[in-house]
Nanobody, 120 residues
Framework: QVQLVESGGGLVQAGGSLRLSCAAS????????MGWYRQAPGHQRELVAT???????NYADSVKGRFTISRDNAKNTVYLQMNSLKPEDTAVYYC??????????????WGQGTLVTVSS
């Protein structure tokens, strides 16, 4: 079984910064893509950023130039550095990972979510 645990959310003023972390644990053989998604009240969950095991990244247009995704493969951890935050970035942020377990099962897993609130 593989689990994702997120941390780093909170309340910040517009223009401020936050760093989210997401650590994977359990019976992991290999983690492929990892990513961050968010869901604001009354909206569908949307992609924020993804990163491959080789470090290639992809960002939503709304966060390009402000957010940076990175990962530490040795620690099975993905990060999201969020700068120049705006009130419209307020949402629950979810971590996602696509992984193979030690029994070669392919799993697509989600964290429990961490709330980011940006005040104006």
């Amino acid at each position: 079984q593989v689990q994702l645990v997120e941390s780093g959310g909170g309340l910040v003023q517009a223009g401020g910064s936050l760093r989210l972390s997401c650590a994977a644990s359990g019976s992991i053989f290999r983690i492929n893509d990892m990513g961050w998604y968010r869901q604001a009240p009354g909206h569908q969950r949307e992609l924020v950023a993804t990163i491959t095991s080789g470090g290639s990244t992809n960002y939503a247009d709304s966060v390009k130039g402000r957010f940076t995704i990175s990962r530490d493969n040795a620690k099975n951890t993905v990060y999201l550095q969020m700068n120049s935050l705006k009130p419209e970035d307020t949402a629950v942020y979810y971590c996602n990972a696509a992984a193979y377990t030690v029994s070669w099962a392919y799993v697509d897993i989600w964290g429990q979510g961490t709330l980011v609130t940006v005040s104006s």
